[in-house]
């Protein structure tokens, strides 16, 4: 709780991180660009892919 997750797009396409309860959002991530997004709220978070909904992943925050 409280810690930070830093997204970076080592890619050639954009991405973005968006949390399924649309908690939180990336923003569109260009190649070569990042964003960080903190979790004070413990839970599990689901997310996608703005742009690619396939990819998904989730963070676990915990107390």
Not at 11 to 34: K, N
Not at 45 to 62: A, L, N, Q, R
């Amino acid at each position: 709780m409280g810690d930070c997750v830093r997204w970076v797009n080592g890619t050639h396409i954009e991405h973005s991180a968006v949390a399924l309860d649309r908690s939180f959002h990336t923003g569109t991530l260009m190649p070569g660009s990042a964003n960080v997004i903190r979790f004070d709220t413990p839970g599990d978070v689901p997310y996608t892919c703005g742009p690619h909904p396939p990819m998904v992943g989730k963070i676990v925050v915990e107390p």
